[in-house]
C-alpha cells in the first residue's frame, strides 16, 4: 500500500510521535504552551495543522523526530542540538560561528522554520510542517545535553541508572524526567497533559510565578538567532554545575539514579516549564505576524535579522528548505548553512544525534 504526499506530509501531523522520554518531554511542554497561548494563536494553529482537539500542538511535538531517521527526513537530523565546544566543568560556552555546523544546527533550524512560518507564499502544508518543527525545536533547545558537543552530547558516556545501564543523553533525555513524575505507567499522553497542568499551576502561582517574567526577558522576535542563543546558553550552563560536575571522566560508570537524580530533577523540571512558557510566547508572535493579505496593518516581523548575510556563512538560498516528500527523486546540494529536547530516538533508533547530511526538496 502506498501512501500519497499528502498523507505523509499532513496526516504524520496526527499520528502521535514514538514513545520514549520524547513523548514525555516534548508532550509535556506542549500541553503546557496550550496553557498559555492567546485564544487568537490557538484558533490560528488549530487551522493550520488541521486539528480542533485539545491536544493540537502535543499530537505533532514529537513529529520532527519521527522523520529524522526516514530517507526523506534524514537532512534534519543536526537540526536537534548544537555542538558546544567549550571544557565542562571548567568553562561551558555556547559560541554559534564556532558550534553551528554547516549544514545547520537548533539555532538556525528555529529561525528557519520560523521564518516558513511566517511565509504566506508557501502553501498550507509546509507552513504546517514548520510549525512542527517549531514545537519541537523550541523544547530541544531546553535540555541541557543538547547544546553540548562532549561524547557527542553525553551518547558516548555510559552510566548507570537505578543499576541498570544507559549513555548519560539518555539518561537527560528520558530517565531523569520519568522518574521525576513517578514513572511512566500509562500511555504517555494522559501522564504529559497531567504534568503539563501541574507545571502550568506553578507558573500561575506556585513556585515559578516569580521567575516567569524573566523566562521572557531575553525573546526578541525580530532576531530568531539571538533568542535561540539566550536559550542555549542557559541550557548549556547547566551541563558545567549539574549534568558533568566533575568533568566527563568521573561519570562514567557512576550510579545517577539517587544524589545525582535529586539534583538533577529540579533542573529538568525548571527546563519543561521554561520551554513551555516560551513556546507559547513565541506561537503568539507567529500568529500575530502572519499575514494572509486580509490584515489591515499586519505586524511587521517578517525582516528577521537572521536575513542578515553576515549571520549566514553560506546565504540564505536554502531557507526554504522542508522534508522531501516522498516519491520525487532526491537532488543532492551542496552543503549551506542555513544559520542553517529533547531530540529523542525515533523508533528503535539509537544511532547518534551527531550525523547526517542536508537533502534539499
Not at 26 to 34: E, F, K, M, V
Not at 236 to 257: K, R, S, Y
Not at 315 to 343: L, R
Request: net charge neutral; with cysteine.
Amino acid at each position: 500500500m502506498k501512501l500519497s504526499v499528502a498523507a505523509l506530509a499532513l496526516g504524520l501531523a496526527s499520528v502521535p510521535g514514538t514513545v520514549g522520554w520524547g513523548s514525555l518531554g516534548h508532550i509535556t511542554t506542549a500541553y503546557l504552551a496550550g496553557h498559555f497561548v492567546a485564544n487568537t494563536t490557538e484558533a490560528f494553529f488549530k487551522d493550520l495543522l488541521r486539528s480542533q482537539d485539545d491536544d493540537y500542538m502535543a499530537k505533532v511535538a514529537s513529529w520532527a523526530d519521527s522523520i529524522r531517521y526516514t530517507k526523506w527526513g534524514r537532512f534534519t537530523k543536526n537540526f536537534h542540538f548544537i555542538d558546544a565546544h567549550d571544557d565542562p566543568p571548567r568553562s561551558c560556552n555556547v559560541d554559534f560561528d564556532r558550534d553551528c555546523k554547516e549544514d545547520g544546527c537548533v539555532i538556525s533550524a528555529l529561525a528557519n522554520y520560523t521564518k516558513q512560518s511566517l511565509d504566506s507564499s508557501l502553501p498550507a502544508w509546509r507552513r504546517a510542517q514548520a510549525a512542527k518543527f517549531v514545537i519541537h525545536f523550541v523544547g530541544d533547545l531546553h535540555q541541557p545535553l543538547h547544546n553540548e558537543d562532549v561524547a557527542f552530547g553525553g551518547n558516548r558516556i555510559h552510566v548507570l541508572w537505578d543499576g541498570k545501564s544507559f549513555n548519560l543523553h539518555h539518561v537527560w533525555d528520558t530517565s531523569i524526567a520519568e522518574k521525576w513524575i513517578g514513572g511512566m505507567r500509562g500511555k504517555p499522553y494522559p501522564l504529559a497533559e497531567k504534568w503539563a497542568n501541574q507545571l502550568a499551576g506553578e507558573i500561575n502561582d506556585g513556585k515559578f510565578a516569580t521567575e516567569k517574567g524573566a523566562w521572557l526577558k531575553d525573546l526578541n522576535f525580530t532576531d530568531a538567532i539571538e533568542t535561540a542563543m539566550a536559550w542555549s546558553r542557559e541550557a548549556n550552563a547547566f551541563v558545567c554545575t549539574h549534568v558533568l560536575p566533575e568533568g566527563p571522566d568521573a561519570i562514567v560508570g557512576q550510579e545517577l539514579g539517587g544524589d545525582y537524580f535529586k539534583k538533577a530533577g529540579p533542573v529538568i523540571e525548571r527546563q519543561v516549564a521554561r520551554a513551555g512558557f516560551r513556546m507559547a510566547a513565541w506561537l503568539d508572535k507567529i500568529a500575530d505576524g502572519f499575514d494572509d493579505g486580509t490584515k489591515d496593518e499586519p505586524v511587521q516581523v517578517g525582516r528577521l535579522k537572521f536575513d542578515n548575510p553576515a549571520k549566514w556563512r553560506k546565504g540564505a538560498s536554502v531557507s526554504t528548505a522542508s522534508p522531501k516528500p516522498p516519491g520525487k527523486k532526491e537532488k543532492k546540494a551542496p552543503i549551506y548553512d542555513i544559520n542553517g529536547w529533547f531530540g529523542f530516538y525515533a523508533g528503535n533508533a539509537c544511532a547518534s544525534e551527531h550525523m547526517g547530511q542536508q537533502t534539499l526538496a
